[in-house]
């Protein structure tokens, strides 16, 4: 049963404390995204990955966030330091563009700052 | 700027009855359009989605609408169910480059 994998589920951490999110996407897809889902926006893409190179991470507020992809079955979102307004549920989804089809979404990372 | 927009963001109808839910763009450069529903502490999952060459795509009881022209596309669900009450997002690419996301339509149907 193929699926995207997200560690912790949930996190509650307290301001300025470094979070680290995890993600193992689907095997074999090549691309990865990361969207992060507020009440007021929705799901916004904080950054993509195709073949392990970040393609895009002009969703991302650069000063304290950075994605990397260490590995083609690890994909990792890390906040330093953490703010309460970076409270949301951050998704992580794979997909494959060998065919031209949805992206499959993990069950996200609850993250609370306080 | 969001390219994608749902501006309702709940709807509530009746058991047996149909679900319009709605979705505007901005980006004529779309070419692939998809909807995916959402329950509660679970992420998004794929439902149906829709080429721009086409303007119509239809599975079960879950059909897509796409008028290029208006940049609008619709989700009708007929007939509704109470499993169906979930938040529905609407999400376009191109190229399969980013996937970009409306803020979401919360449907509720009442038994």
């Known amino acids: 049963d193929a699926r995207v994998t997200q560690t912790p589920r949930h996190k509650v951490t307290e301001m300025g404390q470094e979070v680290t999110m995890r993600c193992q996407p689907i095997l074999g897809h090549n691309t990865v995204f990361w969207y992060r889902q507020t009440m007021m926006q929705g799901l916004e893409l904080l950054a993509y990955f195709r073949n392990r190179a970040p393609l895009d991470d002009s969703g991302m507020p650069k000063d304290r966030f950075s994605a990397e992809m260490p590995d083609a079955t690890l994909a990792t979102l890390k906040i330093q330091p953490s703010e309460p307004r970076d409270s949301a549920v951050y998704f992580c989804?794979?997909?494959?563009?060998?065919?031209?089809?949805?992206?499959?979404f993990g069950q996200g990372t609850r993250l609370t700052v306080v | 700027d969001q390219q994608v927009k749902q501006n309702s963001p709940s709807l509530s109808v009746q058991e047996g009855r149909i679900s319009i839910l709605n979705c505007d763009y901005t980006n004529s450069m779309f070419d692939y359009f998809l909807w995916y529903k959402k329950y509660p502490a679970e992420g998004p999952t794929f439902l149906i989605s829709i080429s721009s060459i086409k303007d119509k795509n239809e599975d079960g009881r879950f059909t897509v609408f796409l008028n290029k022209s208006a940049k609008h596309l619709s989700l009708h669900i007929v007939p509704s169910q109470p499993g169906d009450s979930a938040v529905y997002f609407c999400a376009a690419t191109y190229n399969f480059n980013k996937f970009y996301f409306g803020s979401g339509t919360k449907l509720n149907v009442k038994p």
């Open positions: 989804a794979s997909g494959d563009t060998g065919r031209v089809t949805e992206a499959f």
